[in-house]
């Protein structure tokens, strides 16, 4: 079985679109700042956004480990069980970070913006998704998944400013 990272680094299309509007982009993978999970697990950066936040692979394995979120402002979030999960969500609801309630009908006022700048988002969405191997589920279930990811997350999945191991301000309470 092929991993999703080589599914994503041979699939032009979903590389496109994972970058915008997903703000996703695996050669984005350097983290600003000296980091550590308060556990002691390893921290493996694979990716980043346009705003200089990172996406981290957390303890040992492979793409089914943690996903944990650190934006350049000091804030982070646990967003997704594995790579497949951090996909679903930000093909589903590129516009996460944007969402404060989490509810559907939020969601849909923000998917608005996006839509009015590219129409053809719901087909270029399916086409990634299928290039990738992924069914995507609806917004509700997505969101209600990100909230209960982030907020279940545990003291493991804390991250720290290593220098002077001070935490992160949570990105979802």
């Not at 943690?66 to 996909?87: F, Q, R, T």
């Amino acid at each position: 079985m092929r991993s999703l990272i080589a599914a994503l680094r041979a699939d032009d299309e979903a590389a496109r679109f994972l970058s915008w509007p997903g703000d996703f982009e695996l050669d984005r993978a350097d983290h600003v700042e000296e980091v550590r999970l308060a556990s002691g697990a390893e921290l493996e950066a694979f990716g980043g956004d346009g705003a200089g936040g990172t996406f981290f692979f957390c303890g040992d394995g492979g793409e089914e480990r943690p996903v944990l979120y650190a934006d350049s402002e000091g804030g982070a979030a646990l967003v997704a069980i594995g790579l497949a999960e951090l996909l679903r969500l930000l093909l589903t609801v590129p516009w996460w970070r944007d969402c404060q309630d989490f509810t559907v009908s939020e969601s849909r006022e923000l998917a608005q913006e996006y839509l009015e700048d590219m129409p053809d988002l719901p087909q270029r969405r399916e086409r990634a998704a299928a290039a990738l191997g992924l069914v995507l589920p609806g917004e509700a279930e997505v969101l209600a998944r990100l909230q209960q990811v982030a907020r279940g997350a545990g003291d493991d999945y804390v991250l720290l400013y290593a220098p002077e191991n001070e935490p992160y301000t949570p990105l979802i309470i």
